[in-house]
């Protein structure tokens, strides 16, 4: 079993900039897609940022060029830089992790992925 705890998480202005983590616990040796996904009120969960076991990366549209993922493999720790934040990243974020798969172009499709964390809040103001 794997374990993901979120934090970083918070309120900033537009334009601001957000750090999160996410550090993975339990049996984790057979990870190989982590990501980032979001969920605003009343919409539906997103792909934000994925990463696979051999660092390469994948990007939402919506936050290519602003948001960076990155990865420690050595302390298991899943980084989301994000800035130029605007009201419309305003939305709370979980972290996503899959055994053995790659991330793939599918890599946005939540079902894809066995582990989650609980969230952590990030609010922009305008």
């Known amino acids: 079993q794997v374990q993901l705890v979120e934090s970083g998480g918070g309120s900033v202005q537009a334009g601001g900039s957000l750090r999160l983590s996410c550090a993975a616990s339990?049996?984790?040796?057979?990870?190989?897609?982590m990501g980032w996904f979001r969920q605003a009120p009343g919409k539906e969960r997103e792909g934000v940022a994925a990463i696979e076991s051999d660092g390469r990366t994948r990007y939402a549209d919506s936050v290519e060029g602003r948001f960076t993922l990155s990865k420690d493999s050595a302390e298991k720790i899943l980084d989301l830089r994000m800035n130029s934040l605007t009201p419309e990243d305003t939305a709370l974020y979980y972290c996503?992790?899959?055994?053995?798969?790659?991330?793939?172009?599918?890599?946005?499709?939540?079902?894809?992925?066995?582990?989650w964390g609980q969230g952590t809040q990030v609010t922009v103001s305008s």
């Open positions: 996503a992790a899959v055994d053995y798969v790659w991330c793939g172009t599918n890599w946005r499709d939540t079902p894809k992925y066995t582990y």
């Open positions: 339990g049996y984790t040796n057979n990870l190989n897609c």
